[in-house]
């Protein structure tokens, strides 16, 4: 950002961001200031699922993983780490959903449904709710809008400890973090996550809360507006 200051200042989306500006050569210089992007969190909330789940043929017993990305085979994603894992999965009552845009493959006996690319922000916070788990193997990220969607819908999520999602993903608040690239750890963060139902209902009930309290477009204004005041 360029006000007439005559100095530049940089707005970092998350910490991890702000940590690269100021070890580069070139921006070490210029003030940094994090404000995360925010969501509408009205659009994205807990919704009914029940038809959703009989229309899916989804057995009432299992258990729901989803898998987001608008490239679903973009590498830097992450899916063929998430195929990986769920393929020593000790649970078997698993379903897993996936949206984007290519059916990416998963070799796995586990049931495998994609529903393609979604472009209705209801129809994806209704997935977003059906899931037990929101699952986000990227290898490389920033401050991923579906962490918060899921968060904002009530679904704790699993993923990798890198870029901007740890400052989202909380673990034994929130959900779950692995070592970028291990599928072991991802695979047993999984494991756990589905292990006990009432964890994953506290934790989707802290991940709203979380959404509410720090990543909403109403706090993502406030805290430019108040830069702005400060900076004129």
């Keep these: 950002d360029v006000l007439n200051t005559g100095r530049l200042h940089i707005v970092a989306l998350c910490e991890w961001m702000a940590e690269e500006v100021k070890s580069s050569a070139l921006l070490s210089e210029a003030p940094v200031h994090v404000i995360p992007n925010g969501l509408d969190h009205h659009k994205f909330r807990p919704r009914e699922t029940k038809g959703i789940r009989s229309a899916l043929e989804i057995p009432s017993d299992d258990r729901v993983i989803l898998f987001v990305a608008q490239a679903t ?10 195929a990986t894992a769920l393929s020593g999965l000790k649970q078997d009552d698993v379903t897993l959903l996936s949206i984007g ?7 796995t006996s586990l049931s495998h449904i994609h ?12 997935f977003y709710s059906l899931a037990d788990l929101f699952v986000i193997p990227s290898r490389q990220d920033n401050l991923p809008n579906t962490v918060l969607e899921s968060m904002a819908c009530g679904t704790p999520v699993v993923g990798f400890d890198t870029g901007g999602i740890p400052e989202m993903i909380r673990p034994g608040e929130t959900g779950w973090l692995a070592e970028v690239g291990d599928v072991r750890a991802l695979r047993a963060a999984i494991g756990k996550a589905l292990e006990d139902e009432s964890i994953l209902s506290r934790m989707g009930s802290r991940c709203r809360e979380v959404v509410e309290e720090r990543y909403t477009l109403k706090r993502q204004a406030r805290e430019y507006q108040a830069l702005y005041r400060d900076l004129l």
């Design 101 to 107: 845009g290519e059916e990416p493959e998963l070799e």
């Design 73 to 82: 085979r973009n590498r830097r994603k992450g899916f063929d780490l998430l």
């Design 115 to 126: 529903l393609g690319t979604i472009e209705s922000d209801l129809l994806l916070s209704a």
